[in-house]
């Protein structure tokens, strides 16, 4: 078991140590949260000021976008820590939703990874009703309330989040023993958490939310609710998993306080195996067997089910090469199996990663040619340029750019990096006579290429934007499209380079038509793969001296764009008294002072290239 991941003793007590971090009973005046309550409830997304107070409890609609939330007090509360989370609130529904509906409050941490999900919906409901849904990070309910409930009732909702891998288990109108929770399927990756939301969106209908609680504890947020006996209220679920994963079983458990755990395996306990939720890195066939965790306290203790790991060789087979998979393509030049799990190995090509959310984007390649691969949920395990990774995952495709697509979710889809620090491949002339060259093209497509004596059609900019196409144009007057996506931050707002340069980048793809031929598009990954002369910069220091005032000497300083030949640049300092009174300035150097009749000097220097 030399593969364990240890929680730390003293996070791991969050559970033993349970208090009530937030208790909102919406005791506010009509009108929008951020603004009654500014100090607790914050925006973090959508039209700000959309979330109102309403007769003393807050109004959730589907006409509105506003996503509002409340940090917890004393957090983070560490994934590594393991232990379980819990929140508590009354919620009447006003409007109905529609169809598989949307979710609508959630755990979060501090950026955008949203854990512990609340859906409502229809789907499953008779006509007239509603059902309530919960997904671990999804937007579809993996388990849902078997109960359909009906407008202007008041309900019960409650969820317990597992620190460790996001399993979350719903309760509605539960009773004494809390019987009759369900719990989600889509684990395993779990987020420090520092704050609960609510969220508005289509479909979700329209509803009012009151007297919200969120604790450590079970009885924290049920008024002593199914806290008192001990009991396991979410058994460990048996998984089959690829070799390599990170996994972890979970229990959520309640009684009187502190409670213990101890997990075993095939009946010996695991060294170190004391927090409600059990993970292990990087498994392997050693791993396989069955696991339960005895929980206690004072009172005595009780066991779980038992819980069965299953590993699993590669149902990639070997590891294939990228040209083999790049030969998977029907007419359209679409991926003809997007059904069979392959594995594949090559060398990170790509420096930032280019796409937005939980999500992971990253080009990679072996000797023989290159893909993307689009990892869902896989932000927090995105791999460095130079990395070597193996990929176990399906094919797919993004308007006619061929990607690996693994899921984090998906037990049989995998992403490891292998070793660190390697050389990325040579990359490939990118020859623009082959622009319409749709064999060559293919060839090249998630490959690292680079475009060398080109000049950048500024379009009449004086710098890049994210999110933008320009018009590269060789020695031979031979054009090619470079993409600079939104998310390659060093390169957005450069200066153009005015002089050639040479571009390196992977090939990309965007063609919304069939076939999917044409469209493709070189694209950067960071500054340094536009590469030119290195050109001269400016460096602006501003430095008081001989100071009157008490403190240390003020200073800052940056260093802004080049200057080419017959270029000029202005530095202009306006200086004024806040009483409006006479200002005085000795100029050293050739600086040209002018007075205006409100009493500011203003300085200029001109410095010419």
């Known amino acids: ?242 070799a390599g994963k990170t996994i972890s079983f979970s229990v959520v458990a309640t009684g009187v306080e502190p409670l213990g755990y101890q997990w075993s395996k095939d009946g010996s306990d695991i060294e170190g195996a004391t927090s409600s939720a059990l993970a292990m890195a990087d498994v392997s066939a050693d791993d396989a067997g069955d696991y339960r965790v005895v929980v206690s306290n004072a009172d005595g203790a009780v066991e779980s089910d038992t819980a069965t790991l299953d590993v699993q060789v590669s149902p990639g087979g070997d590891a294939v090469t990228i040209r083999h998979l790049r030969s998977l393509v029907d007419d359209n030049r679409e991926p003809s199996d997007t059904k069979t799990i392959f594995t594949a190995e090559g060398i990170v090509t790509t420096h930032t990663n280019m796409t937005g959310g939980s999500h992971s984007l990253f080009y990679f390649q072996d000797d023989t040619a290159g893909i993307a691969v689009y990892f869902r949920s896989g932000k927090s395990s995105h791999p460095n340029a130079g990395d070597k990774v193996r990929v176990t995952a399906s094919l797919d495709h993004y308007n006619g750019l061929l990607e690996f697509v693994p899921d984090a979710g998906n037990a049989m889809h995998l992403v490891k990096v292998l070793s660190s620090d390697n050389a990325l491949p040579e990359a490939v002339n990118l020859d623009f006579i082959q622009w319409d060259d749709t064999v060559a093209m293919e060839a090249l497509e998630g490959s690292l290429v680079v475009a060398n004596e080109v000049e950048i059609d500024d379009a009449g900019g004086s710098k890049f934007s994210g999110g933008s196409n320009y018009t590269l144009t060789d020695a031979d007057g031979m054009t090619f499209i470079m993409r600079i996506d939104s998310r390659i931050q060093s390169i957005i707002d450069q200066p153009f380079p005015g002089t050639a340069v040479s571009v390196t980048g992977v090939l990309s793809q965007y063609m919304r038509e069939q076939p999917r031929e044409g469209g493709y598009q070189l694209m950067p990954t960071r500054i340094e793969d536009i590469a030119g002369p290195q050109l001269p910069t400016i460096e602006f220091t501003l430095r008081y001296e001989n100071l009157l005032r008490p403190g240390r000497p003020l200073e800052s300083s940056r260093t802004d764009h080049f200057l080419l030949p017959g270029e000029t640049v202005l530095i202009e300092a306006v200086v004024k008294s806040p009483s409006g009174g006479e200002v005085t300035v000795t100029p050293t150097g050739d600086w040209v002072l002018s007075t205006n009749p409100a009493n500011e000097i203003t300085a200029k220097l001109v410095l010419s290239a």
């Open 1 to 242: 078991m030399k593969r364990l991941i240890i929680v730390a003793a003293t996070a791991s007590l969050v559970a033993a140590q349970a208090e009530v971090v937030l208790d909102e009973s919406f005791s506010y005046d009509d009108g929008p949260i951020v603004l009654q309550a500014a100090d607790t409830w914050k925006n973090h997304s959508g039209t700000e000021e959309q979330t109102e107070m309403v007769d003393g409890r807050l109004n959730l609609s589907q006409a509105a976008s506003e996503d509002i939330n409340a940090m917890l007090p004393r957090g983070p509360y560490k994934k590594s820590g393991g232990g379980t989370m819990y929140a508590s609130f009354d919620v009447e529904f006003t409007e109905l939703p529609s169809g598989g509906g949307s979710y609508f409050a959630h755990f979060k941490d501090k950026g955008t990874g949203y854990r512990g999900r609340i859906v409502a919906q229809a789907t499953g409901a008779e006509g007239g009703a509603l059902r309530i849904g919960v997904t671990s990070k999804g937007k579809v309910s993996t388990a849902v309330f078997d109960s359909d409930l009906h407008l202007e009732t008041v309900y019960k909702v409650v969820i317990a989040l597992n620190l460790a891998d996001a399993r979350t288990t719903l309760w509605v109108d539960p009773d004494g023993g809390m019987a009759g929770g369900v719990t989600t399927t889509d684990n395993g990756s779990g987020v420090d958490v520092t704050g609960f939301a609510f969220r508005q969106a289509s479909n979700i209908g329209a509803m009012l939310i009151d007297n919200l609680k969120v604790g450590t504890s079970l009885s924290d947020v049920t008024d002593g609710g199914g806290g008192n006996d001990l009991a396991i209220l979410s058994q460990p679920a048996s998984q089959t998993v690829l």
